[in-house]
Nanobody, 123 residues
């Protein structure tokens, strides 16, 4: 079965760093773009970052520019979202999603979704 599973969420202080991961099973990420989305309480899900199958990265949230980066571990069939200089407004459930080859700004364009992992930024 095709699945994505997020991990690595937790509680971190403002200014701290956290890396969340997305593991794929049932398929390889070789021909897929992986997008990271987040949803805060009472707000709509928003796109954060996306990495295409060719390695290009697209930033969909101005607020995370220079702070968040996405990487891929082909050998482990995983992708990671490195979050630095975290702010309280980064608090959200973070989801990874996959679609064919190219990134897309809308969550509706993605076929596979993980269950999400909670990231809480608070002192």
């Amino acid at each position: 079965q095709l699945q994505l599973v997020e991990s690595g969420g937790g509680l971190v202080q403002p200014g701290g760093s956290l890396r969340v991961s997305c593991a794929a099973s049932g398929f390889t990420l070789d021909y897929h773009a992986i997008g990271w989305f987040r949803q805060a309480p009472g707000k709509e899900r928003e796109g954060v970052l996306c990495r295409s199958s060719s390695g290009g990265t697209t930033n969909y949230a101005d607020s995370v520019k220079g702070r968040f980066t996405i990487s891929r571990d082909n050998a482990k069939n995983m992708v990671h979202l490195q979050m630095n200089s975290l702010k309280p407004e980064d608090t959200a459930v973070y989801y990874c999603a996959a679609r064919w080859r190219l990134c897309a700004p809308s969550s509706y364009e993605y076929n596979y979704w993980g269950q999400g992992t909670q990231v809480t930024v608070s002192s």
